[in-house]
């Protein structure tokens, strides 16, 4: 496993390094979907092709969707209908629908890419033989689009002992080679029946656990628009921090941690041997006291990004609230 946390990429802008695949999430989306649709148009990597699964919205996406898809050539836009089960599992449906082999690319309704964003992705995984997963920083901006700041740059690998309890390859900009698709392909059943809480989690410890190159790109991907009905928000303020932590000890995270285990256990084939081991492990450590849970992930070399949220984590075991 090897990871690339900043690029020096010769981009050229027609380079054709093979199609992928956009999979949109819409559900009520109508208010900001036109944007985050022509942002994708003005792609410089030309080579894409969209599929559109909406949530059963109220709203006129399906209208601007279906607009949007009459503008394109024939057969590049395909809109289907969600499962009507929230966001994840949409994500979840896409990748079942989605063609075998193709490089996959996650999208927001609501956010706006950046020109480059899939150029740099292809450039990227086009260095890499075998699976591999890309995602970059994004630059969090208000709800007119206005920059705020960019998110973390993580400086700690990113890993199967990290995936286990954090989130860190955003979905909103993860893209997927073939190999790491058809991985995404084979575990998704699982993962839907599990009932797992984000897409983007279980797919960071899919790959990082099947030992995919993990490549993490410091240059922004996207604007990452934040307004009071976005599915998923920034979280690295304060009160989203705190959020967090309350989520933590308030037992919820823990519930999150069952369902991802059940979504590996049918698969677990897919691992390495060694991250094989490493799920085991974890997994008999969920069911045991407190104290003898923050030990076992101790002895693992389990963390997160940051030492206060290892010691939160830790802390969160000992009393036993996982």
């Not at 392909?185 to 897409?199: F, G, L």
Request: proline share 4%; aromatic share 8%.
């Amino acid at each position: 496993m090897s990871i690339t946390t900043a690029f020096e990429l010769e981009i050229s802008p027609g380079a054709d390094r093979g199609e992928i695949v956009i999979l949109l999430a819409s559900y009520n989306g109508g208010r900001f979907i036109e944007t985050q649709l022509d942002s994708i148009a003005r792609q410089s990597y030309g080579n894409w092709r969209l599929i559109v699964s909406d949530d059963v919205s109220t709203d006129d996406s399906v209208r601007l969707i279906s607009e949007f898809a009459a503008s394109r050539p024939e057969g590049q836009v395909r809109q289907i209908r969600g499962p009507g089960r929230g966001a994840t599992q949409n994500f979840l449906h896409l990748i079942e629908q989605a063609p075998q082999g193709a490089m996959l690319a996650f999208a927001d309704q609501d956010d706006e890419w950046l020109p480059h964003k899939l150029a740099r992705a292809a450039a990227a995984l086009s260095r890499v033989s075998g699976p591999a997963h890309y995602a970059a920083r994004t630059v969090v901006a208000d709800e007119n689009l206005s920059p705020i700041t960019e998110t973390r740059h993580f400086t700690r690998p990113l890993a199967f002992r990290n995936a286990l309890v954090q989130a860190c390859m955003a979905g909103n900009t993860s893209v997927f080679n073939g190999a790491a698709a058809d991985l995404l392909k084979q575990a998704v059943a699982a993962a839907q029946a599990a009932d797992i809480e984000s897409h983007d989690w279980w797919a960071y410890q899919l790959t990082s656990g099947c030992g995919a190159t993990m490549l993490h790109d410091a240059e922004p991907a996207l604007l990452y628009r934040q307004h009071s009905r976005a599915e998923m928000g920034r979280n690295d303020t304060p009160l989203a921090m705190a959020r967090r932590l309350g989520r933590l000890f308030a037992g919820e995270y823990g519930g999150w941690l069952l369902a991802n285990r059940a979504a590996f256990r049918p698969v677990t084939q897919l691992l390495t041997a060694e991250n094989r081991e490493i799920f085991d492990r974890f997994s008999d450590a969920l069911d045991r006291s407190g104290p003898a849970t923050a030990m076992s992930f101790r002895r693992l070399g389990l963390y997160r990004q940051t030492t206060v949220g290892t010691a939160a984590l830790l802390s969160a075991a000992v009393l036993g609230r996982l």
